[in-house]
């Protein structure tokens, strides 16, 4: 839906309209166990992106770039180069205008008197009643919704809940004495009457043709929870404790609320707002003009963007051609293509020069929903957007009889009560709190750390084939037919470009974080796993690669994977920088040796991968050793008071998809996803069109909620996490009746430049161009230039840009770049980002 054509002047008042439209302009975060990174300001997508963004600032009041203060220091430290700001200048306003606009950027004074249109209207209540309705509807309008969704936390589960959240509420005024309401008219409307939105919106407002300005007023005072509400309606599933609840719902409460509210302030001695307004506000969606400091904001923006990518740019350049290991492979590992995995990578190449790695998203081509042994509910470990059709559980009878989950008698419900409550204080109370001082100095995993190792059991068995004695489950295939696997092994192989030369043992390593009181757990999982851990499909992967059918059929398909290769399933915590082998057992004896010798490569490098994030943790000391480090790294990860236990995606901004020569070499800090693709093996893009399918949402979603939670973290951000209080297990708020805060927290973006991703691909341009055009809805991200895309010529190494709709050659400015041995000594002098390094003998 473009926001071009919404028509929010109109004199009739279409209620459902209007919520469709309302539903998406408001934040998409589904609850907390699903946290999965998108793009913020989705509802302008289908504009350019510098308009996109200043429609939605005037719009909304969002802040949706650095100040131009922070362009001007950046300028001034050299982070914004002068040669990339003179070539845009050049390219924009001819070359008699550069010097007049670069006088603009570096010392022309503008005035910041911003006002955001969302709000204006709603405002009047103030000026003519000098009411404050938030403060005085908020509060219960954010305890009641909260409680009808609550996952568990409430004491006393919320009455009627089996019904809608309307009728739920209608049912509890019949039948209770006390009531939500002061005074009678609201609550009559709500028993009596239809209590449509619009009869409601007659006696509040009046003038019919500000009622959908007048909702838009009102749910952006409240935006995390209308958004919340609105996600829970369109997904039900996303609640294990499912609720019926819709935003009509929703709105036509809140209404009935402020209708009491100025009841109870004012009595009978009030008229609808239309009736005292001396002008009408503009329309929220008339045009928003572009001036100079949107201009000069736009060129600020391009230049700090281009300064990095031309350093890239100029690094494929430049380096050597890196060719595959000249002796004969000693193992191959496949990583989920998340930017923790850069260096982890990079590490493991170094240590042993025979080895070879690959990237491809973390589910590993096998969608499914996963149900661990004694688990009452389906994970989903795929995309989002996939509803996959196949289940696969876990079975461990014998190991589990007799198995109860570890708990920690500090929590406990019966501590809610009078009596126990009291003597629970008493007793447990006193050591709790010696608990809480020991933990400062000797943190240790807990049954509530959040653990990625704890989302399967490595000795449990999987039901990864399907056997047709089993029945269906929930309209769900148990386990995959043997011809599913192929296709699925034979996706997943070919779209890395790995169909020959197999290693003795193929690594497949999903990865997944831990941490310790961090409601944004799920942020830290695999975003292809939807949230979770990338461990179950490691292991299905593996399991179906190494079938002797499965084999069989993929040499028909010009796939030969020898007899003696076996896959290994693997888990790499990227916060306690741990890796975890599944099925290393079925190893035949000769790989089990060669097994062993790995794990020591493994866990040398998981040292240095230590070290080098290190750099960022104000609380390590980066001088020590990699394995001194790497303990307090796994101290850190289950501290009760660190906000920090990792900064996941922070300075995400490349994406990188070809063959592992285009990069080996080349020191890109952590910041860049590597999708494996070798053009060679895929001329028409057939296996590039999935990638870039499932890339760009994935990673230009990621890369944009950092980049606008960075620039607006008060609106389009979580602010601070250390006044968050979880609500109802679903979202959090700063105290017990804040809003809900969508985005991610400071402590996940501090560190992180407010770039756009860029998208580099290897193939030739005229096979990109065909591949992202075949779906507008990938097109889109590139042709609105919400992401950046450029493309290498895998045989000439030319380098073409991206621009309104078509590839241009592109030169990068940067000729020469610094060549270092090795990038261990530099980790201890900067915790700012590194230029590109050339690195290697």
């Known amino acids: 839906m473009s926001t071009k054509t919404v028509s929010h002047n109109k004199h009739v008042f279409d209620e459902k309209e209007v919520i469709h439209e309302l539903k998406h302009f408001l934040p998409a975060q589904n609850p907390l166990k699903d946290f999965v990174h998108h793009n913020t300001l989705h509802a302008f997508q289908d504009m350019k992106f510098f308009e996109g963004i200043r429609r939605a600032s005037e719009i909304f009041g969002y802040n949706v770039s650095l100040s131009l203060d922070e362009y001007r220091a950046l300028y001034a430290q050299g982070r914004i180069r002068e040669d990339v700001l003179d070539k845009i200048l050049l390219e924009k306003f001819g070359a008699s205008n550069v010097k007049n606009w670069k006088n603009k950027l570096v010392s022309e004074t503008y005035e910041a008197n911003f006002l955001p249109r969302i709000g204006n209207l709603r405002a009047n209540w103030k000026k003519s009643y000098q009411i404050d309705l938030d403060s005085m509807v908020h509060p219960t309008l954010f305890r009641i919704i909260c409680g009808f969704l609550d996952q568990g936390i409430a004491i006393w589960g919320f009455p009627e809940k089996d019904k809608g959240f309307l009728d739920s509420l209608k049912e509890m005024e019949r039948n209770s004495y006390s009531s939500y309401f002061r005074g009678k008219r609201a609550k009559d409307l709500l028993l009596k009457t239809d209590c449509r939105i619009k009869d409601l919106l007659q006696i509040l407002v009046g003038d019919e043709s500000l009622y959908t300005q007048y909702l838009y007023d009102q749910q952006f005072a409240h935006q995390g929870w209308s958004g919340m509400v609105s996600a829970v309606e369109d997904f039900p599933e996303t609640l294990l404790d499912s609720r019926k609840i819709s935003l009509q719902d929703a709105i036509t409460f809140e209404l009935l609320l402020e209708i009491d509210a100025i009841d109870f302030h004012c009595g009978n001695n009030w008229s609808p707002l239309s009736q005292n307004l001396s002008d009408k506000p503009i329309d929220l969606f008339a045009d928003v003009e572009e001036t100079e400091v949107h201009k000069v904001l736009k060129i600020w923006q391009e230049a700090f963007e281009w300064t990095y990518y031309d350093e890239v740019l100029a ?61 009452q509910f389906y994970t989903k470990v795929c995309p989002a957007p996939v ?119 193929v690594y497949v390593v999903g990865h997944g974080a831990s941490s310790v009181n961090n409601p944004h757990f799920a942020a830290y999982d695999c975003g292809a796993c939807c949230g979770r851990a990338g461990s179950a499909n490691a292991r299905v992967l593996s399991e179906m690669a190494n079938k002797p059918e499965v084999r069989t059929m993929l040499r028909e398909r010009g796939i030969d994977i020898p007899d003696t290769t076996q896959f290994v399933g693997a888990l790499h915590d990227t916060t306690r920088d741990e890796v975890a082998f599944f099925d290393e057992k079925l190893l035949s004896e000769a790989n089990y040796a060669n097994h062993l010798k790995y794990e020591k490569i493994f866990e040398k490098s998981l040292d240095y991968n230590a070290k080098e994030r290190s750099r960022r943790f104000e609380s390590i000391a980066t001088n020590l050793t990699p394995a001194m480090i790497h303990e307090k790294i796994k101290i850190r990860s289950v501290s009760l008071f660190e906000p920090r236990p990792e900064l996941n995606h922070a300075t995400n901004a490349l994406c990188i998809v070809g063959r592992r ?28 069109f999935n990638i870039m399918k499932a890339a760009a949402p994935v990673c230009g979603g990621i890369n944009l909620e950092y980049y606008f939670s960075r620039v607006d973290n008060q609106k389009l951000g979580a602010g601070t996490k250390l006044p968050h209080n979880v609500m109802g297990l679903i979202g959090v708020a700063n105290g017990i009746d804040g809003d809900l805060r969508p985005g991610l927290p400071s402590q996940m973006i501090e560190v992180h430049d407010p770039v756009r991703i860029l998208f580099i691909v290897e193939h030739f341009p005229d096979v990109v161009l065909d591949t992202i055009k075949r779906l507008y809805a990938t097109y889109e991200w590139f042709i609105n230039e919400w992401v950046n895309l450029v493309v290498v010529n895998p045989e000439t190494k030319e380098l073409f840009s991206f621009q309104k709709g078509e590839f241009v050659p592109y030169n990068p400015l940067t000729k020469d770049l610094q060549k270092i041995s090795d990038i261990t000594p530099l980790l201890e002098s900067t915790q700012d980002n590194f230029p590109v390094y050339l690195i290697g003998a």
């Open 387 to 505: 509803t996959p059709k196949y289940l696969v559980k876990e079975k461990n009878e014998v190991a589990f009889k007799g198995v109860k989950l570890k708990k920690d008698l500090h929590f406990s419900k019966h501590s809610h009560s009078f009596y126990s409550g009291w003597l629970i204080s008493q007793t447990l109370g006193f050591w709790s709190a010696v608990k809480l001082f020991g933990s400062i100095f000797r943190p240790s995993m807990s049954p509530a750390t959040s653990s990625s190792f704890k989302h399967m059991d490595k000795h449990a068995g999987l039901t990864v084939q399907h056997t047709h004695h089993e029945q269906e489950e929930n309209g769900l295939q148990v386990g995959f037919e043997i011809n599913e696997m192929v296709d699925r092994v034979e996706g997943t192989l070919k779209s890395i470009g790995l169909v020959k030369d197999f290693a003795p043992i």
């Open 315 to 375: 690094g494929i350049k430049l380096k050597n051609a890196t060719s595959k290991p000249a002796h004969e492979l000693t193992f191959q590992a496949m990583f989920c293509i998340d930017d923790r995995e850069c260096s982890i990578r990079r590490y493991l190449e170094q240590f042993d020069t025979s080895c070879e790695t690959f990237g491809t998203p973390g589910f590993f081509g096998v969608e499914f929903f996963f149900q661990p042994e004694g688990g």
């Open 661 to 688: 020569n285009l990069t080996k070499g080349l020191f890109l800090d952590r910041r860049s996803f590597l999708n494996s693709y070798d053009y060679s093996i895929d001329p028409e893009g057939k296996y590039l």
